[in-house]
Nanobody
Framework: QVQLVESGGGLVQAGGSLRLSCAAS???????MGWFRQAPGKEREFVAA????????YYADSVKGRFTISRDNAKRTVYLQMNSLKPEDTAVYYC???????????????WGQGTQVTVSS
């Protein structure tokens, strides 16, 4: 069972940038990886996903053009570069993993603990 640990969250002003990292306990090349977020009082929502090799990526419409997901399988790490941040991006961000690309975008098997991102206006 893969363990996922997120880092890189924090407080940033609107228009700023943050890069989240997700370190895995085993070979990430075995998994498609994704990021989700949950804002206060809202359900958890899909943000971005990347295939095992990094050849395919998917984004929620709300972050398309501002966020970039990437991975370094040698370092067992997945990243989420977040630019042009908005107050509505404020949420706890979760890393996720699943064997299948289709499932990682909807119901991944493995989750990290989450990291808080707060965007001030």
């Amino acid at each position: 069972q893969v363990q996922l640990v997120e880092s890189g969250g924090g407080l940033v002003q609107a228009g700023g940038s943050l890069r989240l990292s997700c370190a895995a306990s085993e070979r990430t090349r075995n998994y498609a990886m994704g990021w989700f977020r949950q804002a206060p009082g809202k359900e958890r929502e899909f943000v971005a996903a990347i295939s095992r090799t990094g050849s395919s990526t998917y984004y929620a419409d709300s972050v398309k053009g501002r966020f970039t997901i990437s991975r370094d399988n040698a370092k067992r790490t997945v990243y989420l570069q977040m630019n042009s941040l908005k107050p509505e991006d404020t949420a706890v961000y979760y890393c996720a993993a699943d064997t299948f690309m289709g499932t990682v975008r909807s119901a991944p098997d493995y989750w990290g603990q989450g990291t808080q991102v707060t965007v001030s206006s």
